[in-house]
């Protein structure tokens, strides 16, 4: 149980091009999602927290209007990257968090998807 | 201070030996912890949590967690060629979100 599925697992193209990314989970119900990005030999860093039919909720330093996140479904997050550039190449992973009623928030863990290789040129 | 710290790395160690991992967190309330495996290249896997103080045991995987001392560690025994892998310790704030160490990697030597 507890599957999370994200597509595309790689996306090449080209600077300016925006590049939309699903996260979904497969098998249980999802009100909170999150986004990471991960660059080369460093830790996950948490970009925002999805919320099924509200806003996003983004960490300090991360742009809003970049990184646009969308939760229309208890069981679907989509981060879009507008006007991606080089800089902005990097693995892209999503999670989900396992809302098992007999646990309370806290203890909920979050399952991740396969992640997202992100390359633009 | 960084909210999660793990021991450098990387790890060498034998087939069939215990590795032992460390990682002490600094919001001291903090109540659930998790200990997730990440192969080279691919998403993060969870392969433990723990909540109490003590020791909790799956298959080869020991967590072990002191919230005196705020430290939480995973042995693996028995260590196979596939144990190889980066592993994350992850604390939940408390908004819930999770802040991850920055790894130790793991090589089992065969």
């Known amino acids: 149980g507890a599957v999370v599925s994200q597509h595309p697992s790689r996306v090449i193209c080209k600077s300016g091009t925006s590049v939309k990314i699903e996260c979904r989970s497969l098998?249980?119900?999802?009100?909170?999602m999150f986004w990471y990005r991960q660059f080369p030999k460093q830790s996950l860093m948490l970009m925002a927290t999805?919320?099924?039919?509200?806003?996003?909720?983004?960490e300090q330093g991360v742009e809003k209007d970049k990184f646009l996140i969308n939760h229309a479904s208890l069981t679907l997050s989509t981060l879009t990257v507008t006007s991606a550039h080089p800089e902005d190449s990097s693995f892209y992973i999503c999670?989900?968090?396992?809302?098992?009623?007999?646990?309370?928030?806290?203890?909920?863990?979050?399952?991740f998807g396969d992640g997202t290789r992100l390359s633009i040129l | 201070q960084k909210e999660v710290e793990q021991n450098s790395g990387p790890l060498s160690v034998p087939e069939g030996a215990i590795a032992s991992l460390n990682c002490t967190y600094s919001d001291r309330g903090s109540q659930s912890f998790f200990w997730y495996r990440q192969y080279s290249g691919k998403s993060p896997e969870l392969i433990m949590s723990i909540y109490s103080n003590g020791d909790k045991e799956d298959g080869r995987f020991t967590a072990q967690l002191n919230k005196a001392s705020q430290y939480v560690s995973l042995l693996i025994r028995d260590s196979q060629p596939s144990d190889s892998a980066t592993y994350l310790c992850a604390v939940n704030r408390s908004d819930y979100k999770l802040s991850f160490g920055a790894g130790t990697t793991v090589t089992v030597r065969a």
């Open positions: 999805s919320n099924e039919g509200s806003k996003a909720t983004y």
């Open positions: 098998d249980f119900q999802a009100t909170t």
């Open positions: 999670s989900a968090r396992d809302g098992d009623p007999r646990r309370g928030v806290g203890n909920q863990p979050q399952h």
